[in-house]
């Protein structure tokens, strides 16, 4: 397993921002489509954005708007932009790559990072 490294979790308050990014290291990855899921206590993990080679982009419903996914193929990165924060976004987040879906399927990839907390509160 390739492993990826988080970062840029941490406490906000509601209505802050929060950037993530994801590196890949070791061996390259670079056609891999991205993904972020996210796990919030008692909750099962869902996905929150995804990013397919051609730039194509999923959201979930709950973040449209207020979230974006981006790459850097050259970095082996990717990166999640997290605007108006909300309480109910509060969970750990993970990197995938590998993440693929279509309108009634969503399917990780076999590539994780170790995830990143999100903590949203006053």
């Known amino acids: 397993q390739v492993p990826l490294v988080e970062s840029g979790g941490g406490l906000v308050q509601p209505g802050g921002s929060l950037r993530l990014s994801c590196a890949a290291s070791?061996?390259?990855?670079?056609?891999?489509?991205r993904g972020w899921f996210r796990q919030a206590p008692g909750k099962e993990r869902e996905l929150v954005a995804a990013?397919?080679?051609?730039?194509?982009?999923y959201y979930a419903d709950t973040v449209g708007g207020r979230f974006t996914i981006s790459r850097d193929y050259a970095k082996n990165a990717a990166y999640l932009q997290m605007n108006s924060l909300k309480p109910e976004d509060t969970a750990f987040y993970y990197c995938?790559?590998?993440?693929?879906?279509?309108?009634?399927?969503?399917?990780?990839?076999?590539?994780w990072g170790r995830g990143t907390q999100v903590t949203v509160s006053s």
């Open positions: 070791g061996r390259t990855l670079s056609q891999y489509n």
């Open positions: 995938n790559f590998g993440t693929s879906w279509t309108s009634t399927t969503i399917v990780p990839g076999n590539f």
């Open positions: 990013i397919d080679r051609i730039g194509t982009t």
